[in-house]
């Protein structure tokens, strides 16, 4: 069984850092592109960056230059390192495992940015 644990979330500053995981555990995890995406509230989940199992990266327009996403293969992690955080950064940010036919989710952790 796939599972996808998300951890890091917090309450924090505008212009503050945070750095999400997400463990995966129940799959072969380096041979599957990996994504972070974000609730806020009142909208639907949308793409913040997405890393290839090749190490490719994309990233959402409103965090460029403020947000990396990296992975470690031998610790079937993936990562969000956020910083320069800013309120419309709020939201639940939930990691993804996609396997082309199939898609798995984390529950999500809490990232909210106070003005």
């Known amino acids: 069984q796939v599972q996808l644990v998300e951890s890091g979330g917090d309450v924090v500053q505008a212009g503050g850092s945070l750095r999400l995981s997400c463990v995966v555990s129940?799959?072969?995890?380096?041979?599957?592109?990996m994504g972070w995406y974000r609730q806020a509230p009142g909208n639907q989940r949308a793409l913040v960056a997405r890393i290839s199992s090749g190490g490719r990266r994309n990233y959402d327009d409103s965090v460029k230059g403020r947000f990396t996403i990296s992975r470690d293969n031998a610790k079937n992690t993936v990562y969000l390192q956020m910083s320069s955080l800013k309120p419309e950064d709020t939201g639940i940010y939930h990691c993804n495992m996609d396997r082309g036919s199939v898609r798995f989710w984390g529950q999500g952790t809490q990232v909210t940015v106070s003005s």
């Open positions: 129940g799959s072969t995890f380096s041979r599957y592109g």
